[in-house]
């Protein structure tokens, strides 16, 4: 059995990704799926609080860009996820992860004349 975790950006503030747990008590063809949604605002002071409701209330994180606290509020809800492995919540027999971002455009360095 496989795990799978789907990250996608849509309009910049909004992710959500899906966890796909295949455990000793699924059945082989129906893995138990749950999918995450992670908002993301910004927040008085000029961060941004991202946080994955209503799902796993308190994996929330702030960060400098709305992709930064992105990043660490997935980050805090594997954590979350991943200790309700280790308490026997969910026993998988194996767990695929993949991570699917939008790619990015860097601008080159400028050559010297």
């Known amino acids: 059995m496989v795990g799978l975790i789907t990250l996608c950006l849509i309009g910049g503030v909004?992710?959500?990704?899906?966890?796909?747990?295949?455990?000793?008590?699924?059945?082989?063809?129906?893995?138990?799926?749950?999918?995450?949604?992670?908002?993301?605002?910004?927040?008085?002071?000029?961060?941004?609080?991202a946080e994955v409701v209503p799902e796993l209330?308190?994996?929330?994180a702030l960060?400098?860009?709305?992709?930064?606290?992105?990043?660490?509020?997935?980050?805090v809800a594997l954590r979350v996820l991943a200790e309700r492995l280790e308490q026997g919540e969910v026993t998988p027999?194996?767990?695929?992860?993949?991570?699917?971002?939008?790619?990015?455009?860097v601008d080159a360095p400028a050559t010297p004349t």
């Open 57 to 60: 209330p308190g994996a929330r």
């Open 14 to 49: 909004i992710t959500w990704f899906g966890i796909y747990v295949a455990t000793s008590q699924t059945q082989p063809s129906g893995p138990c799926a749950a999918n995450y949604t992670l908002e993301c605002m910004r927040d008085n002071d000029g961060r941004f609080l």
């Open 93 to 105: 027999r194996a767990i695929r992860i993949e991570l699917r971002v939008p790619a990015m455009t």
């Open 63 to 75: 960060g400098a860009t709305a992709e930064d606290a992105m990043a660490k509020a997935q980050a």
